[in-house]
């Protein structure tokens, strides 16, 4: 199946600081990522999608200054977390759909902790 | 609104059988997904189902039946390693997934 890899696994960062989390398809070109962020013992929540070359979509509810996503090849799109704040901390996760919509591959996921 | 219902935690046993049902509510319908995902872990697709019926891949069978809004998974010869959430997902018309919060299946020997 698509490989979809996501750095960093881990981030343990102090408040107000920025965070980088990398998503990248490792054997195929993905036009369209998602981002998701989800809590504890909760579903996944869509962020927003990013589409190559042009500006993401947000959902609603989701502070696209603060969550900037940067989807600048078919290959890699970034999500960077400004002025992190402890609320923020959360399992943010990338996918890509390859042939049927819907059959998302996901990256490992990056856990945010802010102190 | 949209919206999928499935059971927040079942439990069962090694080598049996366990059908995980999902109730869902969506503006349009173009498909009804199942995801397993371990705890810690990003989840991975396990099946799609479109059209009315049962699809078997293997252990796991998913089941949809579209006038009822209703589907199902069927994991059978349950294993240790099937201890997970499984996140029943329903694609909209925009093509947009609605996820349920995930059943916590848990497993005893």
């Known amino acids: 199946g698509a490989v979809v890899s996501q750095h960093p696994s881990w981030v343990i960062c102090k408040s107000g600081t920025s965070v980088k989390i990398e998503c990248r398809s490792l054997?195929?070109?993905?036009?369209?990522m998602f981002w998701y962020r989800q809590f504890p013992k909760q579903s996944l929540m869509l962020m927003a999608t990013?589409?190559?070359?042009?500006?993401?979509?947000?959902e609603q509810g989701v502070e696209k200054d603060k969550f900037l996503i940067n989807h600048a090849s078919l290959t890699l799109s970034t999500l960077t977390v400004t002025s992190a704040h402890p609320e923020d901390s959360s399992f943010y996760i990338c996918?890509?759909?390859?042939?049927?919509?819907?059959?998302?591959?996901f990256g490992e996921g990056s856990r945010l902790t802010v102190l | 609104g949209q919206n999928i219902d499935q059971p927040t935690e079942m439990t069962a046993t090694e080598g049996a059988i366990v059908q995980i049902n999902c109730t869902y509510q969506?503006?349009?319908?173009?498909?009804l997904f199942w995801y397993q995902q371990h705890a810690g872990e990003a989840p991975t697709f396990l099946s799609y189902?479109?059209l009315d019926g049962l699809e078997e891949k293997g252990r796991f069978s998913s089941f949809l039946s579209r006038s009822k809004g209703y589907s199902y998974l069927l994991l059978k010869e349950l294993q240790m390693k099937d201890s997970a959430s499984y996140l029943c997902?329903?694609?909209?018309?925009?093509?947009?997934?609605?996820w349920g919060a995930g059943t916590k299946l848990i497993i005893k020997p």
């Open positions: 996918s890509a759909s390859v042939g049927e919509p819907g059959e998302l591959f």
């Open positions: 189902n479109v």
């Open positions: 990013s589409n190559e070359g042009s500006k993401a979509t947000y």
């Open positions: 997902a329903g694609m909209d018309s925009n093509y947009q997934l609605i």
């Open positions: 054997d195929f070109q993905a036009t369209t």
């Open positions: 969506t503006s349009g319908f173009n498909g």
